[in-house]
C-alpha cells in the first residue's frame, strides 16, 4: 500500500517512521502548503514532495493518505481523497462539526475506501495495559475517572492556526481535551448523556486556553477531565476508580494498579511508547483497508467531536447539556 502524508506538522515524523518499518507499506509521497517543511520531512527518503493535495492524488502515486492538516481541512480533503478511490487516515478531530463527520464518513463509504479516525491514545502502551487490567475484571467494574492535562496556549508557543476558530474549530478543549474524551470514554466503557463544562480564554487568546469537563457516561461512569495552560505543574494522568483499586496512568510514569495497600506495575514506560504506538495505529489502519474493523469506530470519534460541541454550548449558558441536546449542535 502506497502511503500519502498530507501535513508536515508535528507528528509527521512518527507517521513517516512507522511507514519505514510496516511490511506492505511505502511512503511514496509528502504534501505540505510548505514546501520546505515537506522537504525536510522527507530528507533521505526520496519520496515525492507537493504543495497541493489535488496534484498529489492526480499523480496516482498513492493508494491512501494520512491527512495531518489544520482541523477544519479535515473534511475537503478527506472528500478529495474518496473521490479519487484513495483510503482515508485522519488525525483527530475527525472534523469540527457533527455535520462534516457524517458528509466525511459518508463521501468514505460512497467511494467504496476506508476510513479511519487517528486517535492515539487507544494505541498508548500505558492506555492499552490499563484497557487490559480493566477487560480481565479483577478489579471490577469501572465507577469514576479522572483525567488531567496541562498544556501550553499562550500565543506564540504553536502554530497561528490553532488560535483560529475557525481553522481550529476551538481551543484547548477540541485539541488537547479531545484526547481525554476519547481515551476517558473508551475506558470508561460507555458514551456520555450529560456533559457540564467551563472555559477560560487567557493570554489575549482568541480561543480557550483552559477548560473542564465533567461527563455522567451511560453506564453510570463519572468522568472529570481538566485541562490547564501554562501551569508549573506539567500533567498528563488518569485516575480511573474501580470497584476493588485504582488504575494510575500517566505516560511518563507508566501504568500501576493499587489494591489494599498494594501497587503494582503493569507497564514501564519507554522512550519508543509513542513511535509504537503510531506504528500500531497504521498496522490498524492498513488492516481496515484489507477488511477488518477499525479499533476506533467511526461512531466513537464522531460522539468526541460531539462532546467538544456540548462542552462549549455548556461553558456558554452555565449550564449542562443532555447528549441528545449535543447532537444539535452541529
Known amino acids: 500500500m502506497r502511503i500519502g502524508l498530507i501535513g508536515a506538522g508535528a507528528v509527521a515524523s512518527f507517521h513517516i517512521t512507522a511507514a519505514s518499518v510496516l511490511d506492505g507499506i511505502e511512503l511514496t509521497a509528502v504534501c505540505d502548503i510548505d514546501e520546505q517543511a515537506a522537504r525536510r520531512a522527507t530528507v533521505g527518503t526520496g519520496v515525492a514532495v507537493f504543495t497541493d493535495h489535488r496534484r498529489m492524488l492526480q499523480a496516482g502515486l498513492v493508494d491512501a493518505v494520512i491527512v495531518n492538516t489544520p482541523h477544519s481541512l479535515h473534511l475537503p480533503i478527506a472528500e478529495d481523497a474518496a473521490a ?55 478489579l471490577g467494574r469501572v465507577r469514576m475517572i479522572r483525567d488531567n492535562r496541562s498544556t501550553d496556549y499562550r500565543p506564540g508557543t504553536r502554530s497561528a492556526w490553532f488560535f483560529s476558530p475557525e481553522i481550529a474549530g476551538g481551543g484547548a478543549l477540541i485539541n488537547i481535551g479531545g484526547h481525554c474524551l476519547d481515551r476517558s470514554l473508551w475506558l470508561g466503557g460507555g458514551r456520555a448523556v450529560e456533559m457540564l463544562a467551563d472555559t477560560a480564554s487567557r493570554f489575549g487568546s482568541p480561543v480557550e486556553t483552559d477548560g473542564s469537563m465533567q461527563l455522567l457516561l451511560d453506564n453510570g461512569v463519572g468522568v472529570t477531565i481538566s485541562v490547564i495552560s501554562d501551569p508549573a505543574t506539567r500533567s498528563d494522568s488518569m485516575t480511573i476508580v474501580c470497584e476493588r483499586g485504582v488504575i494510575e496512568v500517566d505516560p511518563r510514569r507508566g501504568t500501576t494498579v493499587h489494591v489494599d495497600g498494594r501497587t503494582r506495575t503493569v507497564h514501564e514506560s519507554g522512550p519508543d511508547d509513542i513511535q509504537d504506538a503510531f506504528t500500531a495505529q497504521l498496522a490498524d489502519f492498513a488492516a481496515v483497508v484489507g477488511g477488518a474493523a477499525p479499533t476506533v469506530p467511526l461512531a466513537h470519534a464522531r460522539h468526541v467531536v460531539e462532546l467538544v460541541l456540548a462542552a462549549y454550548r455548556s461553558a456558554e449558558t452555565g449550564t449542562a447539556v443532555s447528549f441528545a441536546a449535543a447532537e444539535a449542535l452541529a
Open 84 to 138: 479519487a478511490s484513495v483510503h482515508v487516515l485522519v488525525e483527530k478531530p475527525m472534523a469540527t462539526s457533527v455535520a462534516d463527520c457524517d458528509r466525511l464518513i459518508a463521501a468514505c463509504r460512497a467511494s467504496g475506501v476506508a476510513l479511519t479516525v487517528g486517535h492515539i491514545q487507544h494505541f498508548l502502551p500505558e492506555k492499552r495495559a490499563a484497557a487490559r487490567v480493566i477487560a480481565s475484571g479483577e
